[in-house]
């Protein structure tokens, strides 16, 4: 068939469908990377099947080529609404539209026609607009889309960072969606500079109160990857194909967008004797032993934020040179004559301060304040066996320890300063993710409360430091010291260690609490062995002095599937315990 005779044949078949309406909808659902829900569905058009223009881009490029665009729009968006009206449930519905049809002079009539089923309410509709056309008139283009957003239409725009979707059009449209282009999420588990990319794009957007739509999500590791970087919303195969019906998620996936938050959500308390120095260290300029000053001074003109650059020779820093002891040598007599033309290993500094990757902060943080005053400020060279690998500058020391410090406060139990119940939750439920062998240990004081009665709160609080004092100590003594402990409240704790084997542990935490308890009774109560307190219904009663009860909970015989599932176990375990009115230890060694 020639050209001419399939061109004639696409645009009888292009009548009959305007004509007939012979055209269907299929509907994508576009879901929230927060939580998983629904924010609505995608509606897209398909041809008859079988036929020439079943394919939507043909189908479309074959109505602008003959002028029947507007005709096929109204025709498209009137039966996805038909459609998507029996779902009922306040979804959105995002439709594109060509800009032609804002520019054509009879848009009103798409705006009459495409609301006339639920009497002109646009509230659940989104215009997603392409340019694919090239828009002449901007302001006119402009003008009509505020009138249509003004009736409560939101906007997208699609395709952004494909080339077609510009600067030019967000600034004048002010989207409250943009839909990241496929090709910017195609592998972006693999490759870092789109990550780097759409770290800038998710910035702009928040910026701008913009929602970001990704499309094209194809496996669970760009999906993962989008909830990592903080993409608002997403669609595409791997989330559920395009369909007829405007059908739900399949609970995976929304357990999935679900986990992957929590995981992003963990919230990293470290402290500033387990963080590294390398880790905060980033890469400058470095030079070698016989660059000369002129073209230092070179370096340190073009780099305006270049304070300082470390020399290297071999691999190993030999030395360092800062910006303003460099240009304090050149003002002196003579000094730019001198020392312009020579190599630098004259004015270098030949003993910066250079410390090991693996160096905690606070040890750096130490020596770095023993320089001598006018070396204060100087940069930290790290090195990583031995060789160059970074600096640190004091700003950025001080920054990092300060974040550690008021991270650490602000989920720390502020009576004892260890980690509170958020911090317990989360490494409960990472270690119950890992499979790895576990136990958690439950601490609970027995006979608290009457011992606060008649000794005082202050007192009270004195026990909770030492209790917290003791499990700590005992478990770095015993070699657990790469182990968690937390404070849930009160006078409960909570520890965790990678280790089944825990028996030793919990009887050397009882022996050092026993004999560290009597210090907090006078000499009169130790003698008796109890004291005389109030009991819950106002009568007077024997309590004995104060115990530990330890509940232990393992991964050895079974398996939990949540911090709740361990948590009502181990109270089960822990109520066993109180029973005993000494200190002692359970196991739950049993699969009951």
């Known amino acids: 068939m020639d050209h001419h005779k399939a061109e004639d044949l696409s645009y009888k078949q292009l009548e009959e469908i305007i004509v007939k309406g012979n055209i269907d909808n299929v509907f994508q659902c576009i879901i929230s990377l927060k939580d998983g829900s629904v ?98 008139d901007y302001k006119s283009f402009c003008n009509i889309l505020h009138k249509y957003k003004k009736l409560g239409v939101d906007i997208a725009i699609d395709d952004v960072g494909n080339g077609y979707a510009g600067l030019n059009l967000l600034a004048n449209v002010e989207p409250l969606y943009m839909k990241i282009d496929m ?6 588990h693999k490759e870092p500079f789109k ?32 909830i990592d970087l903080g993409i608002h919303y997403g669609q595409g195969y791997y989330i559920q194909k395009p369909s007829s019906e405007l059908l739900n998620i399949h609970p995976s996936i929304k357990t999935r967008v679900l986990e992957r938050n929590l995981a992003k959500q963990d919230i990293k308390l470290t402290n500033i004797t387990n963080t590294k120095i390398g880790e905060i260290s980033k890469l400058v300029p470095h030079i070698c032993v016989d660059t000369l000053g002129k073209d230092v001074d070179l370096i340190f003109q073009k780099g305006s934020t270049v304070q300082g650059l470390p020399v290297i020779d071999r691999d190993k820093p030999v030395g360092l040179v800062m910006k303003d002891k460099f240009y ?58 031995s060789k160059y690998y970074g600096i640190v500058t004091v700003k950025d020391l001080l920054q990092k320890m300060t974040e550690i410090e008021l991270n650490r406060a602000k989920y720390a139990n502020p009576l004892t300063g260890l980690p509170g119940n958020i911090m317990i939750e989360q490494r ?33 609080d004195r026990i909770i430091e030492m209790t917290a004092a003791v499990i700590g100590q005992r478990m770095k003594a015993l070699d657990f010291h790469r182990g968690f402990l937390g404070h849930i409240g009160g006078d409960d704790f909570v520890a965790i260690v990678e280790n089944h084997q825990v028996h030793r542990l919990c009887e050397a ?36 002095l104060m115990s530990l009860s330890i509940a232990v909970v393992t991964n050895e015989h079974r398996d939990f599937d949540s911090v709740s599932h361990l948590a009502e176990y181990a109270s089960r375990i822990k109520k066993k315990c109180k029973a005993c009115w000494t200190s002692n230890y359970m196991i739950g060694n049993t699969a009951e």
């Open 428 to 460: 409960i439920r990472n270690v119950i993710a890992s499979k790895n062998k576990y136990a958690v240990l439950y601490f609970d004081l027995d006979n608290f409360k009457p011992y606060n009665d008649v000794y005082g709160f202050e007192n009270g």
């Open 509 to 544: 935490i009882i022996e050092k609490f026993d004999k560290r308890i009597l210090d907090f009774y006078s000499e009169i109560d130790r003698k008796k062995g109890y004291i005389m307190a109030e009991n819950r219904h106002g009568a007077i009663e024997k309590f004995p």
């Open 39 to 136: 924010l609505g569905y995608e509606a897209l058009c398909r041809g008859p099947k079988g036929s020439i223009l079943e394919d939507p881009k043909e189908l479309f490029h074959m109505a602008k080529r003959h002028g029947k665009i507007m005709a096929l729009e109204r025709m498209c968006k009137r039966k996805a609404m038909e459609k998507f009206h029996r779902k009922g449930d306040g979804l959105k519905l995002f439709v594109n539209i060509d800009p032609l049809c804002f520019l054509d002079s009879s848009h009103g009539e798409l705006l009459d026609d495409f609301f006339s089923l639920e009497n002109k309410d646009s509230s659940h509709v989104v215009f997603e607009i392409t340019e694919h056309t090239c828009i002449q």
């Open 328 to 385: 304090q040598y050149l003002g002196k007599q003579y000094g730019y004559a001198i020392f312009m033309k020579r190599t630098i290993e004259r004015l270098m500094d030949q003993g910066p301060l250079v410390v090991d990757y693996d160096t905690p902060l606070d040890r750096v943080s130490e020596i770095a304040m023993m320089r001598e005053e006018e070396a204060l400020y100087d940069y930290i060279i790290v090195t990583k066996d």
């Open 183 to 188: 090709e910017l999420i195609r592998n972006i």
């Open 195 to 226: 990550q780097a990319l759409l770290k800038a794009i998710v910035e702009f957007a928040d910026n701008t109160n913009s929602k970001l739509i990704a499309e094209g999500i194809e496996n669970g590791e760009e999906l993962d990857v989008l």
